[in-house]
């Protein structure tokens, strides 16, 4: 429930060196921008711009820090309150700067000179502090209809079971009750299994890849029933598949688009090749299918899948993830990439 309450905050991860590199260009273009105000550009002081700038950006790493460190605790709040701690935070440490930048130049007694940069620093902060939360605000709202939008999505296309695939399994099944009973019983709980996982998952959270590799296990054995000797599916893995995660769904289609578009046109069938490898960092997930020499209908149609895939990659893991395809006269490869946690 933390974690959940965490991914829900409109508050960004400031311990992100994105995020920081974010608020450390903004905090240096709004000491330039004041510096400028109160000079022109033939007398600009480097040096006033030089002591502003470390003023502004310490006070700034240390919120994003002592931010950070608050973030699962403020996540625990609600909005407003929420809000109003982080905004008493910054202004207590902008209250800290400032009484220690003017007593340190300090020249002759406390006075109101000092006191009026105090209360103008306060008032920067405020302004400057709600203007970064509407935008975290803001921000966070419009990633959530993203999320919302692409969930509804996935959710309707795994709905639709390809009805080709439904219709082969029944005549499978139907088929194997009078010859094999047992075999018979193993589809059907394997059919199941499938319809389970593409009906229920709408979370697009990841999951085990050994769950995954496991329905498509289900989904091989049910197709190898129907092209026998035609199929064969060459597994590399080369990660710890209990470690690793994916999102549900995500091999199971490539794999149907391998065998449907690329070994059912072909007499002889052929050999699909799953390979699943780390390096960087980064998960590397390579699927690929022998083609047809002749155009057929199966060429077309398997977009849908790819882009769906290219859609839930990006939103769980960001820029970073990858879904690319090649084709030669030969094969067909659909190559997929993105980033591991951290240990």
Sequence with gaps: MAEESEQDFFLPDLCDAQSILFLVLVAELLVFVLILANSSLVDFSWIDLGLTSLFVQWLVLLSAAVLCNLRPYLAGLVTGMATLVGYGVILFLTLVFSILAEWSLLSDSWGIKQSGHVVRNLIIAAVMTGIAFRYFFLQHQLRK???????????????????????????IIASLISVDPQLAEEVVEDLSVLFR???????NQPVPLKEELALCEKYVHIESLRLDERLKVDWRINVDTSRVDIPMLTLQPLLENAIYHG????????????????????LNLTVTNPVANENHSHEHGNRMALDNTRRR??????????????QDEQTFTTRIRYPLPRN
């Design 145 to 171: 209809q993203q999320q919302a939008e692409l969930n509804s999505r996935i959710q309707a296309l795994q709905s639709r079971i390809r009805p080709h695939f439904l219709f082969n399994s029944m005549n």
């Design 197 to 203: 996982a593409s009906l229920n998952d709408t979370s």
């Design 263 to 282: 070994i059912q046109p072909l007499p002889k069938g052929g050999v699909v090749v799953v390979d699943i490898n780390s390096e960087d960092n980064m």
């Design 313 to 326: 990659l990006k939103a769980v893991y960001g820029q970073d993830a990858s879904v690319t395809t090649h």
